[in-house]
């Protein structure tokens, strides 16, 4: 299924889990994995609040390449931040300019996030396909794990990916939809001097809608009706 998987590596906070549950809750992210945890108690409860669903649901293993099977891109997240050829492992992109790049890409994504302490090592960093940072102040770089967490998850939900079911129409429904279109026209007798006006207009429409698989279904689906109901088309009752 394409979509996003929280993962964090090594958490030693069961307070911040918590906090994260609730997060992801809050930008209707569900899926959590966690490697190698610190035992998960009441506090963690209790910081989840309406995200407890999350913990209940959350999978718990021993090495980061179980937490990263089924995904097809592994993004790493850092608060030590570098440019340059030659210190690549933490080169980086923000997370609003990650949320943008992967707009509409049905892919399986695994966002890590390091312990509190010391963040995602090295060699951790290097399974990573991908590496975002967010930006902060030179004085204090590093963010609280939860607080990470919420931004990052925030700058994706922006984009609408959190509702990555949503599959989009192709060029060619929406040009099955122009000529069905331009074929009721006919149907009603619109007037023949309007008909190029109101072809151009229904196109920039549709266009401009970003129409979903489903919505173009339903579109299609009542202008055949109305075809049917003019006397256009035979066999639907």
Request: net charge positive; aromatic share 10%.
């Amino acid at each position: 299924m394409p979509g996003f998987r929280v993962v964090l590596v090594r958490p030693e906070n069961q307070g911040n889990i918590g906090a994260v549950a609730r997060a992801m809750a809050n930008f209707e992210f569900d899926e959590l994995y966690m490697v190698n945890p610190v035992a998960i108690g009441d506090d963690a409860k209790r910081r989840a609040k309406h995200g407890n669903f999350i913990l209940d649901s959350s999978v718990t293993v021993g090495t980061l390449e179980e937490a990263l099977d089924g995904c097809d891109i592994v993004v790493g997240t850092t608060g030590i931040r570098n440019l340059g050829e030659k210190k690549f492992v933490r080169n980086y992109e923000t997370p609003a300019e990650f949320a943008e790049e992967v707009a509409g890409r049905r892919r399986k994504y695994a966002l890590l996030f390091g312990p509190e302490g010391l963040g995602l090592f090295n060699e951790e960093l290097l399974k990573c396909d991908r590496v975002i940072s967010i930006p902060t102040s030179a004085e204090y770089p590093v963010l609280n794990l939860s607080h990470a967490v919420a931004v990052v998850l925030y700058e994706i939900f922006l984009t609408g990916y959190a509702r990555d079911s949503v599959r989009l129409s192709v060029a060619d429904d929406r040009e099955k939809l122009n000529m069905h279109f331009a074929e009721l026209l006919d149907a009603v007798n619109y007037p023949e001097h309007k008909k190029e006006k109101a072809r151009l207009m229904f196109r920039r429409l549709v266009g401009r809608s970003n129409l979903s698989k489903w919505e173009f279904f339903i579109m299609m689906g009542v202008i055949t009706r109305s075809l049917y109901a003019v006397g256009r088309r035979k066999g639907m009752k």
